[in-house]
T-cell receptor, first 114, second 113 residues
Framework: NAGVMQNPRHLVRRRGQEARLRCSPM?????VYWYRQLPEEGLKFMVY????????ESGMPKERFSAEFPKEGPSILRIQQVVRGDSAAYFC????????????FGEGSRLTVL | DAKTTQPPSMDCAEGRAANLPCNHS???????VYWYRQIHSQGPQYIIH???NNETNEMASLIITEDRKSSTLILPHATLRDTAVYYC??????????????FGKGTKLSVIP
């Protein structure tokens, strides 16, 4: 029973490039969450999605960041024109239901912006 | 989410019980207490949650005081693999969205041989 799969595990980008992070939820889970962890800080909620819908994006920066969870395929967190401050670990989590705080997290994607 | 306060670090001898406290004095009636842990650089792992009754599962026990202003996570027989940062989170279903977990700085538990 595979867990939440994230790729790439490590990504290096130069300033101004685009970063795409992918997340496949656990089998049977249709709720996906993205969290960001800056160095030496706690995780911060970014966005919550269900299939084809963004439900809550209150934690997403207003510019350059977008997320999707298409009908087929993984959820994608996209960061355009990356800056050094975007360097962080990005964690995806999934859940079976909406009304639960029991989330299953992936191993994270570590973005380094040069 | 209600603010939670945890000690920044704790040590525990291997094989002994680890008791991790959490203060959540402003918790509201519909907020659950969740515990997660993050082993170095890995994704957070759900441990347990409760509303007002004590809870136990295969990983840990959660003791919530009667006034719900504080709780204690108990790892009954700590092993070296339990060394991690433990997060106590008080949160409720938002209705429009879902549970939005607010991770603070947590308690860094070091299990010592």
């Amino acid at each position: 029973n595979a867990g939440v799969m994230q790729n790439p595990r490590h990504l290096v980008r130069r300033r101004g490039q685009e970063a795409r992070l992918r997340c496949s939820p656990m089998k049977g889970h249709s709720h996906v969450y993205w969290y960001r962890q800056l160095p030496e800080e706690g995780l911060k909620f970014m966005v919550y999605l269900q299939k084809e819908n963004i439900i809550d994006e209150s934690g997403m920066p207003k510019e350059r960041f977008s997320a999707e969870f298409p009908k087929e395929g993984p959820s994608i967190l996209r960061i355009q024109q990356v800056v050094r401050g975007d360097s962080a670990a990005y964690f995806c989590a999934s859940s079976q239901d909406r009304n639960t705080g029991e989330l299953f997290f992936g191993e994270g994607s570590r973005l380094t912006v040069l | 989410d209600a603010k939670t306060t945890q000690p920044p670090s704790m040590d525990c001898a291997e094989g002994r019980a680890a008791n991790l406290p959490c203060n959540h004095s402003t918790i509201s009636g519909n907020e659950y207490v969740y515990w997660y842990r993050q082993i170095h650089s890995q994704g957070p792992q759900y441990i347990i949650h409760g509303l007002k009754n004590n809870e136990t599962n295969e990983m840990a026990s959660l003791i919530i005081t009667e006034d719900r202003k504080s709780s204690t996570l108990i790892l009954p027989h700590a092993t070296l693999r339990d060394t991690a940062v433990y997060y106590c989170i008080a949160t409720a279903y938002s209705g429009a969205g879902s549970y939005q977990l607010t991770f603070g700085k947590g308690t860094k538990l070091s299990v010592i041989p």
